[in-house]
């Protein structure tokens, strides 16, 4: 006699629950209202959340006791399913301001001379400080008088870096560390003020206990420029630095972040990454890698440097690639918490007419297993696998003293490695050109692409611009899925490889809908595409930031000529939690903040009742 799936024993459902991945565990849950109780079991969503999203922020808040498990794994299907359906749960107008960085879920504004820091998860008031009286105070007497700018570079452990700077007094550049805890008195916010002698291409990444700064100043020996790294300790006394001296990333190519280069801090370590393998273009050239640097933030000495200059990225002829629409970004992984190269790039494939994007994912390594590699990152040419040049090609016999050619072997590319934006056999629906996109992001967490388009076509109205978001997605699937109707494209990634796994495409999506559809998609249509402060403008400038719960953009004229002209923040939440804090708007005027705020809430567009 069978014994029925929801007539077996906890325990025998347990240990089934333990082999299936997330999606599959929420699919057997919603097969019946017996095992439906599965994501009420707190033991199931620990395991589950443990055994693959042990380092997300949900699971810190689940074992530090402020989210049951059941909550934590309810917020992280919500988020993925928001991202996979392009149907975010609230966004709102934050305020004006002339810079902003969002980072971890905290939002800091700078308005003139004044910080605001918000947490956009919590229903916590922020913290609004005085940076002129702080800074002013630190510095010279003679400057309390002078007009000064300031840049927001990074936020990170109630650590905001700020780049200030004197009006018409040279070298007067400055990086500022200031403490944004709520507790701390004005007169001990300062951390850290530190003389720079340059700030051409200026960055900053920070820990509570350390941050390193860089400029796109050093000269190498080709004489070209090269990043320069120096580190400071920010609590000298328990966290003192051994070395002082700036580190020299020789050659390390590449000079746009987000582009051709990227730098993060992640478990007491700095990494940088390029995509770039010369300063010149090589006429004759097969392979192109990643260079990847490490070092640990506590020991910033040329000896702890490890260099990686052959992580293999992409052969040349794979194709041309349109340089205007490469992203380089480093993510964390969620399951292992080491950290992703992620690269979306634009390709003619196979020399083909038609543009194809990709996101490529690489894991970083900092050193391979064989000694291919010197300390100072330069390769050594007896110790690579494989042939140094490729056989039978006839460009081998054109090569003289002048060339610097890069080959190595095809490397098998599985499908984690790469998401296509359109799956192979699947006709492109509409695409925007790169001046109709004004943000492209990927949330590597999610599996998911968005871009923050101008949708010329969507609300007819020629008097003012409608932006939208661009979003897919994908997911794990069986290699036998096939789409509930026929009518459905084909949007499966089969297997790469023969121990491979295939994906499941969700189809492009676009949000909001149409302002015509309901009266919430006439306020979202509002929401994203607010007044500036200057007015009308038909030309518009559009800086953002993802991650993996909140999309955060601001619009500010794009002719302005003016330093860090005032324009308006927005936030799109796919994270489903408490209502965030109010901005920069006044209390006052509640009509206003109600039109400039939407919250999803089931069902309401159905029946008629949304707002």
């Given at each position: 006699m069978s014994t029925k799936l929801d007539r077996l024993p906890f325990d025998v459902l347990f240990y089934v629950t333990s082999h299936l991945g997330v999606d599959d565990i929420v699919n057997l849950a919603h097969t019946c209202r017996q095992l439906k109780t599965l994501l009420q079991e707190n033991g199931v969503c620990r395991n589950a959340i443990e055994s693959r999203f042990q380092f997300t922020k949900e699971a810190n808040l689940a074992q530090v006791q402020r989210l049951s498990y059941c909550e934590a794994f309810s917020c992280i299907q919500d988020r993925r399913n928001a991202f996979a359906n392009a149907h975010p749960f609230s966004a709102r107008v934050i305020g004006q301001c002339n810079d902003f960085l969002y980072r971890e879920g905290m939002l800091c504004i700078l308005q003139g001379n004044i910080i605001r820091t918000l947490d956009m998860h919590a229903q916590t008031e922020g913290v609004t400080i005085d940076i002129a009286s702080i800074v002013v105070t630190a510095s010279e007497p003679s400057s309390s008088s002078t007009e000064f700018k300031a840049s927001l570079l990074y936020y990170n452990e109630d650590i905001v870096a700020i780049h200030w700077e004197l009006k018409d007094q040279p070298n007067s550049d400055r990086i500022v560390a200031i403490n944004t805890k709520l507790e701390t008195p004005n007169e001990r916010r300062l951390v850290r003020s530190v003389q720079l002698e340059s700030n051409y291409k200026i960055f900053a990444r920070h820990t509570s206990h350390y941050l390193f700064y860089g400029t796109y100043t050093s000269v190498g020996s080709q004489g070209h420029y090269e990043w320069e790294v120096q580190g400071i300790s920010l609590d000298r006394r328990n966290y003192p630095l051994s070395c002082n001296t700036s580190l020299q990333l020789r050659g390390f190519f590449g000079t746009d972040i987000g582009s051709t280069i990227a730098f993060e801090i992640h478990n007491g370590y700095f990494y940088a990454v390029s995509n770039q393998t010369s300063f010149e273009v090589e006429e004759i050239d097969w392979t192109s890698f990643y260079h990847c640097i490490r070092f640990p933030i506590d020991n910033p000495k040329i000896e702890s440097l490890k260099s990686n200059k052959k992580l293999w990225r992409r052969q040349h002829s794979e194709g041309v690639i349109h340089d205007s629409w490469t992203d380089l970004s480093l993510q964390v992984d969620e399951d292992t918490d080491n950290l992703m190269i992620v690269e979306a790039r634009r390709e003619y494939q196979k020399s083909c007419s038609r543009q194809v994007r990709t996101y490529y994912i690489s894991e970083f390594i900092s050193s391979l297993n064989s000694p291919t590699s010197s300390a100072d990152g330069s390769p050594i040419l007896e110790a690579?696998?494989?042939?140094?040049?490729?056989?039978?090609?006839?460009?081998?016999?054109?090569?003289?003293?002048?060339?610097?050619?890069?080959?190595?072997?095809?490397?098998?590319?599985?499908?984690?490695?790469?998401?296509?934006?359109?799956?192979?056999?699947?006709?492109?629906?509409?695409?925007?050109?790169?001046?109709?996109?004004?943000?492209?992001?990927?949330?590597?967490?999610?599996?998911?692409?968005?871009?923050?388009?101008?949708?010329?076509?969507?609300?007819?109205?020629?008097?003012?611009?409608?932006?939208?978001?661009?979003?897919?997605?994908?997911?794990?699937?069986?290699?036998?899925?096939?789409?509930?109707?026929?009518?459905?494209?084909?949007?499966?990634?089969?297997?790469?490889?023969?121990?491979?796994?295939?994906?499941?495409?969700?189809?492009?999506?676009?949000?909001?809908?149409?302002?015509?559809?309901?009266?919430?998609?006439?306020?979202?249509?509002?929401?994203?595409?607010?007044?500036?402060?200057?007015?009308?403008?038909?030309?518009?400038?559009?800086?953002?930031?993802?991650?993996?719960?909140?999309?955060?953009?601001?619009?500010?004229?794009?002719?302005?000529?003016?330093?860090?002209?005032?324009?308006?923040?927005?936030?799109?939440?796919?994270?489903?939690?408490?209502?965030?804090?109010?901005?920069?708007?006044?209390?006052?005027?509640?009509?206003?903040?109600?039109?400039?705020?939407?919250?999803?809430?089931?069902?309401?567009?159905?029946?008629?009742?949304?707002?």
């Open positions: 690579t696998a494989g042939p140094m040049l490729p056989w039978g090609d006839a460009y081998v016999q054109t090569l003289d003293s002048t060339n610097n050619p890069n080959y190595a072997p095809e490397e098998p590319r599985y499908n984690w490695n790469f998401h296509p934006e359109v799956p192979r056999r699947v006709t492109p629906g509409r695409s925007f050109i790169l001046a109709r996109t004004k943000l492209r992001a990927y949330n590597y967490a999610c599996s998911s692409f968005l871009d923050l388009v101008e949708d010329e076509s969507c609300c007819n109205d020629p008097s003012t611009s409608c932006l939208r978001l661009r979003m897919g997605s994908r997911r794990v699937a069986p290699s036998d899925w096939k789409p509930l109707e026929d009518t459905i494209p084909q949007l499966l990634s089969p297997p790469a490889q023969p121990d491979d796994v295939a994906y499941r495409h969700f189809p492009i999506k676009m949000w909001p809908p149409p302002a015509s559809r309901c009266p919430c998609s006439r306020r979202l249509h509002q929401i994203l595409n607010p007044p500036l402060p200057g007015g009308p403008a038909y030309s518009k400038s559009i800086t953002g930031t993802l991650d993996e719960r909140s999309l955060v953009y601001m619009i500010r004229p794009g002719r302005s000529g003016e330093y860090n002209a005032l324009g308006v923040i927005v936030m799109i939440s796919f994270n489903r939690g408490p209502v965030p804090p109010r901005g920069t708007q006044d209390r006052s005027h509640e009509q206003a903040q109600n039109e400039s705020e939407w919250h999803w809430t089931p069902g309401a567009c159905r029946s008629g009742t949304c707002q």
